[in-house]
């Protein structure tokens, strides 16, 4: 069975620093993985997701997210903060569980952006 | 195109009641799936359909929950006897296919859902 471990259920940065939101795996192989990033009453939208291919995945927003299995990781970064950014982002996992295959996803991160 | 919908978006309710919950996925969507986001917490499986196939509902907390579909359109989740610990965000999402591919899922804003 997969899991995600979203390290740091609340980052601060200030406008204009580097975003560091940490995501750590176990799945089978081979994982899909996704960033999503959910608003103040809002669903949950889709900013990048990695599949197969090259390990640097570019999304929206100007958010990457890199795929290092060796690491079993899949950071999520950005190099400047906009205080837009302020939401709450969830890592997930998509993998096999028996017969089907299932989205599973980390406990979320809020993030707040300081001016 | 149009996103996947829900209603009602707030639900207030007293404890002992049932509630129906609502959602439209995107049209040509075969796989539609069902969460639970409690305050804090990530999201949480509970029920998902791929098209005819009976529906997994291994994610289903108690047989107080229950949903339907009918064919590839809208979907209601059914509560039974609320309970306090019942308040959350309801949230469904659709997909082009379930299956092992890495299709996107596509969410509604959510109901909330709250039990007095």
């Known amino acids: 069975a997969q899991s995600v471990t979203q390290l740091g259920s609340h980052v601060s940065v200030s406008e204009g620093a580097l975003v560091l939101l940490r995501c750590n795996y176990s799945?089978?192989?081979?994982?899909?993985l996704f960033w999503y990033v959910q608003y103040p009453n809002q669903g949950l939208q889709l900013l990048l997701k990695y599949t197969t291919g090259a390990t640097l995945v570019k999304g929206i927003n100007g958010f990457e997210a890199e795929f290092k299995k060796s690491e079993t990781s899949f950071h999520l970064t950005k190099p400047s903060a906009h205080m837009s950014d302020a939401a709450e982002y969830f890592c997930a996992v998509k993998g096999r569980t028996g017969s089907n295959y299932k989205l599973t996803f980390g406990k979320g991160t809020l993030l707040t952006v300081n001016p | 195109g149009a996103g996947v919908s829900q209603s009602p978006s707030n639900k207030v309710t007293e404890k002992g009641k049932d509630v129906e919950l609502r959602c439209d996925p995107i049209?040509?969507?075969?796989?539609l799936y069902w969460y639970r986001q409690r305050l804090g917490q990530g999201l949480e499986f509970l029920i998902y359909f791929q098209g005819n196939s009976a529906p997994d509902k291994s994610g289903l907390p108690s047989d107080r929950f229950s949903a339907e579909r009918t064919g590839e359109s809208v979907s209601t989740l059914t509560i039974q006897r609320t309970q306090q610990e019942d308040s959350a965000v309801y949230l469904c999402?659709?997909?082009?296919?379930?299956?092992?591919?890495?299709?996107?899922?596509?969410f509604g804003p959510g109901t909330r859902l709250t039990v007095l």
């Open positions: 999402a659709s997909s082009l296919a379930a299956g092992g591919g890495p299709d996107t899922q596509y």
């Open positions: 799945s089978s192989v081979p994982p899909y």
């Open positions: 049209s040509g969507h075969t796989a």
